[in-house]
């Protein structure tokens, strides 16, 4: 391999990223503005759910049981419904989530000291939303129960209402959350927007890069010249992954400045890190970009191929463990997923190469794998 | 009159040329099309048959150092199918070292002292340590395991004040018991929703890039100049395209909902399939107007393609399928708002899994009408423009 004329061709690639103003701008603008437009609204916090109340008793005790639940910052009070016909409406409609139906007799069954029921719609179109909401419903609904408990017992027993409050709760749950402190989504999400965004902008840069000049014609004058196959890839890609070097440097600081999320591992081992994933992520790109010959057809690939993965099986909304076979055999095919465990440690837990060494080693290998593939499908004499 | 009926014919005709030059050039691209057909069957059968959002048999493990009864019955509660009980730890470093490498989600350690606590009535705390890195797994484990201390401490708190408190056996008490219904999908199935939204995405990247690329491409290979001296008028030029994806996408939507939705996942159809189609028609034809936008814009594919990224990422993120309108901040919401996905997602939710019809879905269909027209009258505006 003669450096000389890899780096002609590393220049020439860079010129003409440079002269096409609205790709090179697009290249740097693209991974900056979905870190911004995720940050802030890919939120996976179920909060304010709006839901509305269908009160056929209204007692004391049906008023009370509903303001636990319109006083609560999970919930969105819209108002009173007439009947439970038409709650039913706007569930469908989707302007409330969630309606609460007490029926007549509920303040005088729970007076007589009898179990009184109440019934909760769900809207369950979306299924982990409907969890969290029952999670909460839940929550409020024993908090209340606990309470006209106590109230029952210190009446009959005579002893004050906390004093029962608290023998009622013999056990208490303290909870530490580890890594993520105050649950707030947007540390968890940061991390691993970075490992989303640069699965999606290295190779789709890359695949265009070649593929317009397998498409365009110009790549006959590579045919036509004394360059090897290896000179030609590897100063074809040197400019995309240098492009993808600032963008990492760019998504770090927003990161670590506009979400504050705490980096607590070592830059100089998140940096070399990242950069193996990146070589990975172009080596998609290579790969794509030596299996089809039009530019539509690369776009498309690389989109079905990174995008949907990177979302779906990569840790980012949903963990790999919670994955069937079929998708986690996906999963485990693509680099993404190691590198969420990389990242993740870097950010949040503040481990270095002694804990995510495996992860590291498997990228390594991605990145090898890639371009060896690459190499070997891309050759100077194409059969058509 | 017969010059009028004449230039319709021709219009039909020169329409029936393109059209096929279109699907023809479509389909001799072997690769591209091998990819439609894997997108809309087995990408959404690995997207609805792998993923779950929901809290399922979250490995925990237990740190028992009170050895009785009391505490063999309370970490017994943590069951299937929200946990899964993977062995105990003996050391506060053994559980730590466990979740540092993502072996256990949880560890519950319950201190000395629980049994002889309940019976004389002291506060026991027990503690729980939750991996947060995914905070909405978080959430639920700690809500489930709030639900069964509660009535762990409550059941036992009975039993001692002499009141028989068995599961069932509540109802002598003032307690209150929520019944909680879930409607359109009562068993929770994630393979609904992701089989569903994912079908959608497909569509939506579809919609945007094909007609996209194939517009750009005559630019940049410089065929448009003989469309551009040809008798067509630059309506011409692009119905066909567009009418040539739309009913390519249609096919796929078809594909992954005879083959892989309904049979294998067994999804209702509550409402009417002829008005899903029609809907979804009208979506990707209208969302074509967005590709068109950016086709307009940019001077080649590559140009073409990063603009289209950065139409669809937020497009397909800021849906409403991931995070609801209500937990978006107000300037995103707007953008929300504006984007047709938005609504196509509450009509195909709605028809799929509602059986919502036209009139009760008014307003979402309004919505995606009205700014798709809007977007491609705008694409057709920039692209004649771009003739003169």
Redesign the interface.
Known sequence: MIWQRVFAMAHKEWREIVR?R??FS??F??PA??MV??G???????????FAVVDQDHSAASRE?AWRFIGSRYF?FRGYSESEREA?QQ????QI?VALVIPPQFGRT???????????????????????T??????I??A???Q??SA??AAQSGASVEVVQ???????????????QS???I??LAPKLIMVILM??PP?LTA??VV?EK??GSIFNIYASNMSRGEFLVGKLMPYVLISTINILVLWLLATVLYQVPFKGSFLFFLPATLVYVLCTTGIGLVVSV???????A???T??VT??PA???S?L???I????????I?AHLMPAMYYT?IV?GCF??G?GIE?VWRPLLVLTGFAVVLFMLGYAGFSKRPST | MSTRTREIVLAVRRFQAMLVKELKQLGRDRVLLAFILYAFTIDIFLAASGVSLSLNNAATLVQDHDHSAASRELTGRFRAPYFRIDGQVAHDKDGLAALDQGKAMVVISVPEGLQKNLATGRQTPVAMQVDTTNSVLGFLATSDAQTIIARFGLESALAKLGVAANAGNMSGLPVVNNEIRVWYNPNQDDSWFMGISEMLNIATVFSVLLPAAAMVREKERGTVEQLVVSPLSPLGILLPKVVSMTGVILCGIALSLFLVLIPVFGIPVKGSLGLFFGLSALYVFTTAGLGLFAATIARNLAQAGMLSILILAPMLFLSGAWTPPEAMPEWLRGMMYASPLHYYLDVAFGVLLKGQGASELGISIAGMSSIGLGVFAAGLLLFRRQFD
Do not use: C, H
């Open positions: 096409d609205l790709f697009l290249a603008v693209v503005l979905l437009l995720f802030y609204g890919l939120s996976l916090d179920v909060e304010n759910i709006p049981y969105q039913g569930l469908a409609s989707g989530r729970l007076g007589r000291g009898q179990a009184a029921q109440v019934a909760t719609l769900v809207d369950g179109t979306f299924p982990s939303r409907a969890m969290t029952k999670g909460y419903v839940t929550a609904s024993t209340f129960t606990l006209s408990l029952r017992v608290k023998a009622l709760q013999p056990v208490t749950l303290e909870t530490r959350y580890l890594y993520n649950v707030s989504s540390w968890s999606l902008s789709f265009l890069g317009r498409e365009n299996l089809v010959r039009t530019q539509v057809a776009m498309i690939v989109m079905i995008m949907i979302v779906l099986y840790g909304i949903i963990p463990v919670s994955l069937g076979s079929g998708a986690s996906v465990d993740v949040l837990k481990v804990s």
